[in-house]
């Protein structure tokens, strides 16, 4: 618990920075004040007057003069100077910030009556809730654990002492944000948390009247069957019937960490031999692989995995040991004795995990928005810019967190931990990544003119931001494309095409074996070109051009680390199930949480504020975005290690391991 509390006070403390630095909603930048000092050239003809680097104002026509009426300079996201930086704040950024929840806690008259302790309650329970429990929790039904039930317990114990210190807050203090919608999404928050809690316990409620049904029709009752199938969803039937206890437990699958041998995983010097048949090949270029992978000798244990299949096809397995009729036959009885989930209930479960982990990320956007509230920040006009940065920040940062869980091995079931996929062939990661960057592309390259007047000219800023857009939806595309396993083979046959037509028919194409892996530089690239780019994004002062040439380069530093990865896996391929940990990535992934954290920091209400208090100092900002950066990962290898350890402890088979050097 203490470690997670920790990794709380790294999504915590970085959003202080905020304290001090809000504004009024009718406070007055200094764009602004410039534009309303513009005026028309002296001629009539001079019907519009622009600043060449303002957002989205719009321009009012007078007989004589032409001036420029604009909201707010800001109104769209960030301005973009016409001049050079500034070092010092100028007068109208100097001002004091407006009360808010944090100053009425801390710099209030002392003989007032506050109530600091129930707010710092309400974080720390549902902090605990999400980001303690709630990955406990999910780890545990992962391997069907039989105290997932405790932590969902503890979970909603936690949540409602948040929601509870959270109302007598409220009612104590006066409303000092109006039109705050951090309550209101929190709610929804829960509301899906209790949603997937209901359908848990349904299913549990189903799989209990499902025994009662079992001992009314004849079978013994016993409280060790009845744990094991209401409590761990075990049910020894589902196979061999009533054919003992000794069956009952057995997991007909494939272990999720267990390494090829040498002569399995290097068949014909390291090549994979493929037919080029577009309606066959993808079957028959992982059945070699399959089978040997399934004939493979393990020591036959009561417990074990393998004893499944070992026990119903001994005689076949030592006839035909490696053999492809021996694979149909052993995998085909199997397949007929075992249930077969239906479509509607693989999508059902799969929605469901989803939903589950992304409560995770949800809380930690609401704890953002509400650290914005409590300090009394982004109001007003300043809404976009933080959205924009807390966003996009948060999207780096988090992903940063995932790309260190996979270094860890999280994911090497599907081959996304550097590792070769134990079975199958899944989706890689590098497409995922390229269609969050083609989705997020598609959808900014439009959106960046929100909020402007019809028909006003495009603005610098706008430019450079629907660029950067435009660059992750072409990316993403072929990023996309690189990951298709048709689009890949059609490419073949520019080479296939110069054999003769009877050798294409009676030979084997040998792929090579960076074949097993992906290569796929685009994502990384989208990323590293935006830092690039950003490190020199003008600004209104010199302060918040170092910062954000600080994440700039962090990004830009993920980009070379993510190549360095590939390079090296290139040179040497991973042919073991077992996540192989490249140390760059490692870097990569601290470069780009990093990056993500500090560009949350580089809000411009976080920059003006820290020099209004005497704290812009840009290494100031860089160790502590490093020191919050390593808080996290502590909190991240301490969810995987707990997933990892109970995986190990529900494994029926003790896997042993060998030196492959």
Same mark, same amino acid.
């Given at each position: 618990m203490i470690v997670v509390q920790g990794i709380t006070l790294g999504f915590l403390l970085p959003s202080l920075a905020?304290?001090?630095?809000?504004?009024?909603?009718?406070?007055?930048?200094?764009?602004?004040?410039?534009?309303?000092?513009? =005026?028309?050239?002296? =001629?009539?003809?001079? /019907? +519009?007057?622009?600043?060449?680097?303002?957002?989205?104002?719009?321009?009012?026509?007078?007989?004589?003069?032409?001036?420029?009426?604009?909201?707010?300079?800001?109104a769209g996201g960030h301005s973009h100077p016409s001049g050079p930086a500034k070092a010092t704040l100028s007068e109208s950024d100097s001002h004091p910030p407006p009360p808010s929840y944090w100053t009425l806690d801390f710099d209030s008259d002392p003989s007032e009556k506050r109530y600091p302790g129930f707010?710092?309650?309400?974080?720390?329970?549902?902090?605990?809730?999400?980001?303690?429990?709630?990955? @406990?929790?999910?780890?545990?039904?992962?391997?069907?654990h039989a105290w997932h039930g405790a932590s969902v317990i503890a979970f909603w114990a936690l949540?409602?002492?948040?929601?509870?210190?959270?109302?007598?807050?409220?009612?104590?203090?006066?409303?000092?944000?109006?039109?705050?919608?951090?309550?209101?999404?929190? +709610?929804?928050?829960?509301?899906?948390?209790?949603?997937?809690?209901?359908?848990?316990?349904?299913?549990?409620?189903?799989?209990?009247?499902?025994?009662?049904?079992?001992?009314?029709?004849?079978?013994?009752?016993?409280?060790r069957a009845l744990w094991r199938q209401v409590v761990l969803k075990q049910d020894g039937r589902s196979v061999f019937g009533h054919h003992g206890a000794e069956y009952a437990n057995l997991v007909v699958g494939e272990p999720e960490e267990m390494e090829l041998e040498d002569d399995i995983i290097k068949p014909h010097n390291g090549s994979r031999h493929v037919v080029f048949d577009d309606q066959h090949e993808e079957d028959r270029g992982s059945s070699s692989e399959d089978a040997q992978?399934?004939?493979?000798?393990?020591?036959?244990?009561?417990?074990?995995? !393998?004893?499944?299949?070992?026990?119903?096809t001994r005689t076949n397995s030592h006839q035909s040991h490696n053999s492809d009729e021996t694979l149909n036959v052993d995998f085909g009885a199997a397949a007929s004795a075992a249930p =077969?989930?239906?479509?509607?209930?693989?999508?059902?479960?799969?929605?469901?995990?989803?939903?589950?982990?992304?409560?995770?990320?949800?809380?930690?956007?609401?704890?953002?928005?509400?650290?914005a509230i409590y300090l009394g920040g982004c109001r007003g006009y300043r809404i976009n810019v933080c959205l924009a940065h807390v966003i996009k920040g948060g999207?780096?940062?988090? +992903?940063?967190?995932?790309?260190? /869980?996979?270094?860890?091995?999280?994911?090497?079931?599907?081959?996304?931990?550097?590792?070769?996929?134990?079975?199958? !062939?899944p989706v890689s990661a590098e497409f995922v990544e390229s269609a969050v960057i083609f989705t997020y592309g598609i959808t900014n390259v439009w959106m960046e003119r929100f909020g402007a007047a019809p028909g006003s000219p495009f603005t610098t800023k706008q430019i450079q931001h629907i660029s950067i857009a435009a660059m992750y939806w072409f990316a993403g595309m072929v990023g996309m494309g690189m990951e298709s396993r048709r689009l890949r083979r059609w490419m073949s046959a520019f080479a296939t095409a110069s054999m003769n037509p009877s050798d294409r028919r009676s030979s084997a194409v040998a792929e090579p074996a960076t074949y097993?892996?992906?290569?796929?530089?685009?994502?990384?690239?989208?990323?590293?070109?935006?830092?690039?780019?950003?490190?020199?994004?003008?600004q209104n002062y010199v302060f918040q051009v170092q910062i954000h040439a600080l994440w700039g380069y962090a990004l830009a530093g993920f980009m070379v680390m993510r190549w360095a990865t590939y390079f090296f896996t290139w040179l040497g391929p991973p042919r073991s199930i077992l996540p192989s940990r490249p140390p760059s990535e490692a870097?990569?992934?601290?470069?780009?949480?990093?990056?993500?954290?500090?560009?949350?920091?580089?809000?411009?209400?976080?920059?003006?504020?820290?020099?209004?208090?005497?704290?812009?100092?840009?290494?100031?900002?860089?160790?502590?975005?490093?020191?919050? =950066?390593?808080?996290?990962?502590?909190?991240?290898?301490?969810? @995987?290690?707990?997933k990892a350890w109970l995986t190990t402890r529900s494994l029926q088979g003790k896997v042993s391991f060998h030196d492959s050097a």
């Open positions: 905020l304290w001090g630095s809000s504004y009024g909603v009718g406070a007055t930048p200094t764009a602004l004040a410039n534009a309303r000092d513009l =005026t028309a050239c002296d =001629t009539p003809s001079a /019907a +519009y007057v622009f600043r060449r680097d303002e957002g989205h104002e719009h321009a009012t026509v007078h007989n004589e003069t032409a001036t420029v009426d604009a909201p707010h300079a800001h707010m710092l309650m309400h974080v720390l329970a549902m902090c605990g809730a999400f980001f303690g429990a709630l990955p @406990v929790g999910i780890a545990m039904r992962s391997v069907n949540v409602i002492v948040g929601c509870a210190s959270s109302s007598l807050y409220r009612k104590l203090t006066p409303n000092m944000y109006e039109g705050q919608v951090h309550s209101k999404q929190s +709610y929804y928050v829960l509301l899906i948390a209790l949603v997937l809690t209901i359908i848990d316990f349904a299913a549990g409620i189903g799989r209990l009247i499902q025994y009662a049904k079992d001992v009314k029709n004849g079978e013994a009752f016993s409280f992978w399934a004939n493979h000798d393990y020591p036959e244990t009561p417990n074990s995995e !393998r004893t499944v299949f070992e026990r119903l =077969t989930k239906s479509f509607a209930r693989r999508v059902g479960s799969t929605i469901f995990n989803v939903l589950e982990r992304v409560l995770v990320f949800a809380a930690f956007g609401e704890l953002t928005v509400g650290i999207i780096f940062w988090c +992903y940063g967190l995932v790309t260190f /869980a996979r270094f860890l091995g999280s994911f090497s079931n599907l081959g996304w931990a550097w590792n070769r996929a134990p079975k199958g !062939r097993l892996a992906s290569y796929n530089p685009f994502p990384a690239l989208c990323i590293g070109v935006t830092g690039i780019a950003m490190s020199a994004h003008a870097v990569g992934a601290f470069m780009l949480a990093l990056g993500g954290l500090v560009f949350i920091l580089s809000s411009e209400e976080i920059t003006i504020g820290a020099m209004r208090m005497g704290h812009d100092d840009v290494m100031m900002f860089a160790n502590a975005a490093v020191a919050f =950066t390593c808080i996290a990962f502590c909190w991240v290898m301490a969810v @995987v290690g707990v």
